[in-house]
């Protein structure tokens, strides 16, 4: 079993133009996982064509079937897509076992990321995901990394 990647791998992937079409992002950092949705949304599609090519949907909420047709499709007047599966954990397994196939002949055009608080990575949905090295895990910051995060971030946005 690979290990979960961290989120400053997946923003390297980025910078390097080499993104997954497909990763679970989970655990407790909220906060971190949030920048780094923004991140994506600001590196991979830009402003003028994020009405047609970002879609946030919602487990529970959406069927499997109606993701999975957004993410066959093709971006318009963008590169990519990106749809954001928020409260991945509301699915039931019938529901998230319908997404397995999908893994293994993703579209290309697409990064597809599921969101979730609670994960079982002894059901097919999360393992699966897991083997394919897309999973993510966000951690809460330790004491001694706040800080130098909170520098960077400031930094990022423009304050001293």
């Excluded at 780094?36 to 970002?54: C, F, H, T």
Aim: proline content about 7%.
């Amino acid at each position: 079993m690979p290990d979960d990647r961290s989120p400053e791998e997946v923003l390297k992937s980025l910078q390097k133009g080499r993104l997954a079409p497909v990763y679970l992002f989970y655990g407790p950092g909220e906060f971190r996982m949030e920048k780094v949705l923004d991140q994506l949304k600001a590196s991979l599609i830009p402003e003028g064509a994020r009405e047609l090519n970002l879609e946030i949907l919602y487990g529970g909420e959406t069927e499997p079937e109606r993701i999975l047709e957004h993410a066959r499709s093709l971006p318009f007047l963008a590169e990519r897509r990106l749809i954001a599966v928020r409260r991945t954990e509301s699915f039931s397994a019938e529901a998230l076992s319908k997404f397995v196939p999908y893994f293994h002949d993703p579209s290309l055009s697409t990064c597809l990321i599921f969101v979730t608080s609670k994960t079982d990575f002894n059901k097919p949905f999360y393992k699966t995901l897991r083997s394919l090295g897309w999973a993510v895990k966000f951690e809460e910051l330790k004491d001694q990394e706040v800080i130098p995060w909170l520098v960077k971030t400031a930094s990022e946005m423009g304050f001293k």
